[in-house]
């Protein structure tokens, strides 16, 4: 097996060969994916950090990997046998990895980079921080001659996602984006996102794990629309399904010659930050075309769920819940009679409970199985042969979720084995009282994700703590678990609005110790309209229950107390139909009430 410092001295060669002095290789691909198909991860094969989120720079003498605060634990042990130099994201003191470039290297050199891995606008942040010392920025791959095995780009099969669970076809979405790139306008707008085109379509497959997305482009004008892919892979129904609705059907590479070749006066809506700097590039060197910036029309369109979506996403959290009551009666049984069990046994088991469910079509992303310590890395995934086998003490972690044709789930819940420290038992109820205030919020519409994000962080700041991710992310409808445009942090300026689904995940996380985290998907409802302007608040819509072993009540007040009990009988009644004498059993045990 070739090692890391090879392949990066194999690619030194490269880059000599064609006059570059340093090489960008980020975490993505053509459509700025998080989860990205096996051909890209290109990141991953030459540092040998498979974290989801990293950029790697190499230079003549140095490498160097930035990575985000999830991924320090992990970055590091996977860096250790390698040349490379964890750089830890938004700790103080550590420059940016354009600031290194800066730095790194002289007047008139070169740096590059796959034009198709980064978007136009990562470029133009690069070129303004470069340009003073005129170094020069290429757009070249250096890196598809070494990596000698890699994987072909995937090509499952492609299906219609029915109306019955999307609410509106292919025709009626298409006339909404039409709608809003005439308010912007413009003629046409391409669409790069795989979740965006997926929605848009109503299509989807299984190019990238855990996701049922395509790997194609879209373009939409006022009176056409086309779709970009491999068409030897799209079902006879779904090519039928797409011609009836107004969409013209094209290979995947034809993308490039289409835009080179429109002949037209056009202005072309292009978001800059999900279109990849060789489309962009072909875009304005186009003379017949006007590049105009603006949002993704689509990613706003499916950001706000309609009616049959709701209801189908509630539908398919019932279906989780109860995939994960029968889950931990298997495993509490199994604890009881001393049977050995792992991390790696936990995720086995979430994956066949959820296979049991109605339309239930895998996982929506690697389970995070993490006990003790291991859930301090707060994207640690078990592997065979290096998982802990679970002991009656300390807490064990479980963030899992379900890919259902009704909807996405994403859960988390910290389960207390057996005894806890007193230092345990408080973090545990501070995370759960943030998670209250943030459920409890109610919000005067036009409030952005960052104004949201400090009702549930302060629970944990006013204690000196702090966790170094995001408090939610938007969910998609069977589409990808991390959905835009909303989110909870210090830096989201999206208007949160009716319809919209939001994860409620704060934790506390300690290095060595332990890690803990309660998370439920959240829909964005009405409050009341008065002369102070219209209030939004928060449903749950995730239901399984909340473990109290861990819970000081003493730390509780009578409100903290109150929704915990309430939305307690609200999985009670959700769930208990579905299930059977032993699962209802547990389930009504730990939905009881409490109090101080």
């Known amino acids: 097996m070739i090692s890391v410092n090879e392949k990066l001295a194999a690619l030194r060669k490269k880059m000599n060969k064609n006059g570059v002095q340093a090489y960008i290789i980020p975490s993505s691909d053509p459509h700025m994916s998080e989860y990205l198909p096996e051909h890209w991860e290109a990141r991953s094969y030459f540092s040998g950090f498979n974290g989801s989120a990293g950029t790697l720079i190499v230079t003549e003498k140095e490498s160097g990997l930035w990575t985000d605060g999830r991924y320090f634990i992990q970055a590091a042990n996977q860096l250790s046998k390698s040349e490379i130099v964890l750089y830890k994201m938004g700790v103080r003191g550590t420059p940016t990895y354009t600031e290194f470039l800066y730095e790194k290297l002289h007047e008139g050199e070169t740096v590059s980079f796959d034009g198709k891995l980064l978007s136009s606008f990562t470029v133009k942040k690069l070129r303004a921080v470069l340009e003073d010392k005129n170094i020069k920025i290429k757009a070249v791959d250096l890196i598809g001659d070494i990596w000698t095995n890699r994987p072909e780009i995937p090509a499952s099969k492609v299906y219609v996602h029915d109306v019955k669970y999307t609410g509106r076809t292919c025709r009626e979405k298409l006339e909404q984006v039409r709608s809003e790139i005439k308010k912007q306008n413009a003629d046409g707008e391409i669409f790069t996102k795989l979740d965006c085109v997926a929605w848009l379509m109503n299509i989807r497959a299984d190019d990238i794990a855990y996701n049922p997305l395509a790997v194609s482009y879209a373009v939409v004008y006022s009176d056409s629309a086309y779709l970009f892919i491999n068409t030897k892979r799209v079902l006879p129904e779904t090519m039928k399904y797409l011609k009836e609705n107004g969409v013209t059907v094209k290979e995947y590479e034809d993308v490039e010659a289409v835009l080179k070749n429109m002949n037209s006066e056009t202005n072309m809506l292009i978001d800059s930050e999900s279109i990849n700097y060789d489309l962009y590039r072909i875009l304005k060197e186009n003379k017949n075309v006007t590049v105009k910036e603006g949002k993704d029309t689509v990613t706003y369109l499916k950001g706000v769920k309609n009616e049959t979506e709701i209801e189908n996403i509630k539908n398919a959290h019932v279906k989780d819940g109860c995939a994960m009551v029968e889950f931990i009666v298997k495993f509490k049984d199994m604890m009881q009679k001393g049977d050995k069990v792992t991390e790696c046994t936990v995720c086995d088991m979430l994956k066949e409970c959820r296979g049991r469910q109605e339309n239930n079509l895998g996982e929506s992303f690697g389970t995070i199985a993490a006990y003790k310590a291991n859930a301090a890395m707060m994207h640690y995934q078990p592997q065979p042969d290096n998982c802990s086998e679970l002991k009656k003490e300390g807490f064990l972690l479980i963030d899992s979720g379900g890919q259902y044709l009704d909807g996405t789930t994403d859960i988390t819940r910290t389960f207390a084995l057996g005894t806890l420290t007193d230092e345990e038992k408080e973090h545990y109820t501070y995370v759960l009282k943030a998670h209250i205030a943030l459920e409890t919020a109610v919000f005067l519409e036009g409030c952005t994700g960052s104004n949201i994000d400090i009702l549930c962080r302060e629970q944990v700041w006013k204690h000196g703590i702090d966790y170094r991710c995001g408090t939610g992310h938007g969910v998609g409808m069977f589409s990808g678990v991390h959905e835009g445009p909303q989110n909870l942090s210090l830096k989201n300026n999206v ?102």
Do not use: C
Not at 528 to 547: A, M, Q, R, S, V
Not at 568 to 581: M, Q
């Open 495 to 596: 208007v949160f609005k009716k319809g919209m689904t939001i994860t409620n995940e704060p934790g506390i996380y300690v290095e060595g110790k332990y890690g803990i985290r309660t998370e439920n998907i959240m829909l964005v409802t009405d409050f009341t309209d008065n002369e102070y302007g219209h209030f939004l608040k928060f449903e749950p819509i995730t239901y399984f229950p909340i473990d109290t072993a861990g819970i000081l009540t003493e730390l509780l007040n009578n409100d903290e107390i109150k929704w915990l009990n309430n939305y307690h009988k609200t999985v009670y009644e959700k769930l208990s139909p579905h299930l059977a004498e032993k699962e209802l059993k547990w389930l009504k045990k730990h939905t009881q009430p409490i109090s101080k």
